[in-house]
Each structure stands twice: as C-alpha cells, then as structure tokens.
C-alpha cells in the first residue's frame, strides 16, 4: 500500500487516481499509524515552502516521515514536497527542510534567461546526467513530463538523477538511498508519468 501523505497541501487526489490506474492501493492519510504500516510514502505539495514545512511539523509529521525514512521505506517527493526533502528553502525567507537530500531551494530567475517567464510552466524533457535510475527505468532520455515551478533544488549535483532544460539544466529529480524527488508533476504527466509512478511502486 502506499500512503500519500495529508498534510494540508498537494494534489492528493489526483495522485490516487494515477496509482489507480497503475493498479496500487493507494490512501490520503494523515494519520501516523497508516503511515507507519504503508509499503511505501508519497510526499505530495503545492504552495509556499515555509507554510508546508510548518504544516508539516505542527503535528510531528516531519518526524514520522523522516523516521519511516531513515528506516528504509521506499519514499518519494513531488514538486514541493520534492523541495521539503532538501536541507532549506529560501522561498520569503529561510526555512529548514527534512535534511533527507544535501542542498537548498533557490528561486529560478537568478538563473534563467531574462526572456524566460516564472513560473516555469510546461512539458519538458528529462535528461539523465548519469547511469539512469531505477525510477526511470521505463522512461526514455527525452520523454516529456509536466512542470510548474518558481524555485529548484541546487547545490545538490551528487543527488540529482535527472535534469530538464529551461535555459540552463535545471534539477528534475533527485535520489538518495530510498528516498527520492521530482520536480515535476507525474499525476499530470501522462503516460511517462504513470511509468514514473510504476517504477516507484517497484
């Protein structure tokens, strides 16, 4: 089972129709005991960092989810719960994330042609800087997925295992151990996102 974890913000319900659809049980649960018996954990988010990361420690949740962690369950982040992994964001000011993946979230503009409009929104290609990861395992170099985004992960190269072009490369997804990341959006990806999700479940 897995358990997509209810914390206040994300796309929960579209993400239990893809698992669905890939044939997983999957619960919206904040309830730590469901979390504690679930096979694997989903860390969805959509907002501002600092406001998910309190809501995420206003009832222990960050200590559930790092303790599950640390154990060796199978977990994943996406879009801002991807971010919450990392170390700190510096959305309206520095907020500590989970420590679970080396490195910070910073805002896109500094980084991007001037041209470019944030937030980034749209359909790009991964790129695999290195041996591909079993996440990916039934995604081609190239295969387009969903994004919408104003922050990314940096400072994190020895973590990330795929990237995406939006004037420079960008972090896409990273992994460390059993915990995993990605920027973008597998619930709204299509079929390569349902791949995503198999291969997690995996």
């Not at 044939?23 to 501002?48: F, Q, W, Y």
């Not at 992994?175 to 997690?200: C, M």
């Amino acid at each position: 089972m897995v358990a997509i974890i209810d914390y206040g913000v994300g796309n929960l319900f579209s993400l239990k129709s893809s698992f669905r659809a890939i044939g997983e049980e999957a619960v919206v649960t904040g309830e730590p005991e469901v979390i504690r018996s679930a096979d694997k954990l989903v860390l969805p988010g959509v907002g501002a960092f600092g406001d998910a990361a309190a809501l995420l420690r206003k009832n222990g949740m960050d200590q559930v989810v790092c303790a599950e962690a640390a154990a060796g369950k199978p977990l994943l982040g996406i879009c801002l719960g991807m971010q919450l992994l990392f170390d700190y964001g510096v959305e309206y000011g520095r907020h500590e994330g989970l420590g679970l993946i080396p490195g910070s979230v910073q805002p896109i503009r500094p980084v991007i042609p001037a041209a470019y409009k944030v937030p980034h929104i749209g359909w790009n290609g991964l790129h695999f800087p290195r041996e591909k990861s079993p996440l990916f395992r039934y995604v081609q170099e190239g295969d387009c997925v969903y994004f919408v985004h104003s922050f990314y992960g940096a400072d994190c190269n020895e973590s990330v295992i795929a990237t995406a072009e939006y004037g420079p490369e960008l972090t896409a997804a990273v992994a460390k151990g059993n915990v995993y990341g990605v920027q973008f959006h597998p619930e709204k990806s299509g079929s390569v996102g349902l791949h995503i999700l198999r291969a997690f479940c995996e």
